[in-house]
Every structure is written in structure tokens, then in C-alpha cells.
């Protein structure tokens, strides 16, 4: 009642509510992952390292694609479309999930203190880093 647990296989995160500083949540717009950044007020251990930061993220959107189609088929295959379909579906459902348990959160009043902010990409600006 007083934070949430993530488990998974090599073991479980407990982050208490009162111990989040910043929450960034990041939908699946522009990139591969949709993700819940937490920067918390005192370390805690996962696994046997100590952090402030801890990062949900769920890839949306496979990273790969395959370019060995046969010169007959059309650049717009139905089976293409279908995928193309099927991603986006599956990047909406992605992101529908990650607002709901925000304002799961948000509804049932459990942190009031936290505030989840979201990127501004209108704002945002695409470069290469440590390059002259």
C-alpha cells in the first residue's frame, strides 16, 4: 500500500512511494521502448549494486527488420501492411497499459507527491554526440 513491487526472474524491486524523487514516463512516439524512469530520493540495492535510478521499459517495436524479399513482391505486401497494422497495435496497447498504471496511481490517491512528467519532443533535438 505504501509503494509497488517488480518482479520478474532474477528477483524483486520494492520502491516505496515516499522515496520517488522524479518520475519520467516515456511513450513509444519516436522510439522502440516505452518506459517509467524513477529517480529516487535514497539508494536502494537490486541485485548487489546500489542506485538512485531505476528504469521499467517494455520494447514496443522489433528492432530488426527483414530485408530478403523476393524481387516479385511489392514494397506494399499484404503481409506488410498486416505487420505494420499488428506493431502499431501493439505499441498503443504498450502505452495504454503504462497510463493506466499511472493513473492508478493517480486515482486512488496512494502518492500525491508524485508528479509524472513526460519528454516534450516538439522541444527535442537530434545530434551526435563527442563529434566535431
Known amino acids: 500500500r505504501n509503494g509497488f513491487r517488480f518482479n520478474s526472474q532474477k528477483g524483486k524491486v520494492d520502491i516505496i512511494y515516499t522515496n520517488i524523487r522524479y518520475a519520467i514516463f516515456q511513450e513509444a512516439k519516436n522510439s522502440l521502448v516505452s518506459l517509467l524512469h524513477?529517480?529516487?530520493?535514497?539508494?536502494?540495492?537490486?541485485?548487489?549494486?546500489?542506485?538512485?535510478?531505476?528504469?521499467?521499459?517494455?520494447?514496443?517495436?522489433?528492432?530488426?527488420?527483414?530485408?530478403?524479399?523476393?524481387?516479385?513482391?511489392?514494397?506494399?505486401?499484404?503481409?506488410?501492411?498486416?505487420?505494420?497494422?499488428?506493431?502499431?497495435?501493439?505499441?498503443?496497447?504498450?502505452?495504454?497499459?503504462?497510463?493506466?498504471?499511472?493513473?492508478?496511481?493517480?486515482?486512488?490517491?496512494?502518492?500525491?507527491n508524485i508528479v509524472f512528467e513526460e519528454p516534450y519532443y516538439d522541444l527535442g533535438f537530434y545530434g551526435v554526440p563527442a563529434k566535431e
Open 38 to 112: 524513477f529517480k529516487l530520493k535514497d539508494k536502494i540495492v537490486i541485485g548487489k549494486k546500489h542506485t538512485n535510478d531505476v528504469q521499467f521499459y517494455v520494447e514496443v517495436i522489433n528492432s530488426s527488420t527483414s530485408i530478403a524479399k523476393d524481387k516479385r513482391s511489392y514494397w506494399l505486401d499484404e503481409d506488410d501492411i498486416a505487420s505494420e497494422n499488428a506493431e502499431r497495435r501493439r505499441v498503443n496497447q504498450t502505452n495504454k497499459r503504462f497510463r493506466e498504471f499511472i493513473s492508478n496511481i493517480k486515482s486512488k490517491q496512494l502518492a500525491p
